[in-house]
């Protein structure tokens, strides 16, 4: 089945200690995006990819960075993490409808990072 | 004022209930409109796109309001597996999407 994967499920690291998030998909959607989700609280939005074309968020914070080497994987680097950025995140894709109504999102099942 | 707004529930409601959310956006020009489940720990997943006339899939129903910025879902004869998040999400132009914090529903026997 096509599919959005994320790995690890689970991430513990330690306070300032950087930490990579993976995302790969099998759906060939050109469009990818990383939220951030925190305990009962709205997915927000932190950066999405067009293809290669990077698109930040205006008040995502510079410590976290994305990759996207090619159209199957998405990697999202917290060069510093803080207490405040333990949270659940999610990779999502959708495809390019060209112009027409925006097409839904598939979601990966999210990595939960925790910072000690 | 946020950009979507939800009632953040719970909604506790016996089986076979009929429960109505709402939400609300601030962005006149936003231009695609979902309802996505999300159950505990885990992903958010498609419920159903929103459309101008309304539109129905099976026990739900959306709706639509572009003058009163709103969007509703509509569950009838609730089901114990209807308990869950349901967050509303907004697209306002080219990729960028805006999600509700969600409503949560308990469904009760």
């Known amino acids: 089945d096509a599919m959005v994967i994320q790995n690890p499920r689970y991430q513990v690291t330690q306070f300032g200690k950087p930490v990579t998030l993976s995302c790969s998909q099998t759906?060939?959607?050109?469009?990818m995006y990383w939220y951030q989700q925190k305990s009962s609280q709205a997915p927000k939005l932190l950066f999405h990819?067009?293809?290669?074309?990077?698109?930040n968020e205006a008040d995502t914070p510079d410590n976290f960075q994305s990759r996207r080497p090619n159209t199957s994987f998405c990697f999202l680097d917290i060069r510093s993490p803080g207490l405040g950025d333990a949270a659940m995140y999610l990779c999502?894709?959708?495809?390019?409808?060209?112009?027409?109504?925006?097409?839904?999102?598939?979601f990966g099942p999210g990595t939960r990072l925790t910072v000690l | 004022r946020k950009e979507v707004e939800q009632d953040p529930g719970p909604f506790n409601v016996p089986e076979g209930a009929t429960v109505a959310f709402n939400c609300t956006y601030s962005?006149?020009?936003?231009?695609?409109f979902f309802w996505y489940r999300q159950d505990c720990r885990k992903e958010p997943k498609l419920l159903m796109s929103?459309?101008?006339s309304g539109n129905e899939d099976g026990r739900f129903t959306a709706q639509l309001n572009r003058a009163s910025q709103y969007i509703s879902l509509l569950i009838r004869d609730s089901k114990l597996s209807d308990s869950a998040t349901y967050l509303c999400?907004?697209?306002?132009?080219?990729?960028?999407?805006?999600f509700g914090a969600g409503t949560r529903l308990f469904v009760k026997a």
């Open positions: 962005n006149s020009a936003s231009q695609s």
């Open positions: 929103v459309y101008s």
């Open positions: 999400v907004v697209n306002t132009g080219g990729f960028k999407t805006i």
């Open positions: 999502a894709t959708s495809r390019d409808t060209g112009g027409l109504a925006f097409d839904e999102q598939f």
């Open positions: 759906l060939n959607h050109n469009v």
């Open positions: 990819y067009y293809d290669k074309d990077f698109n």
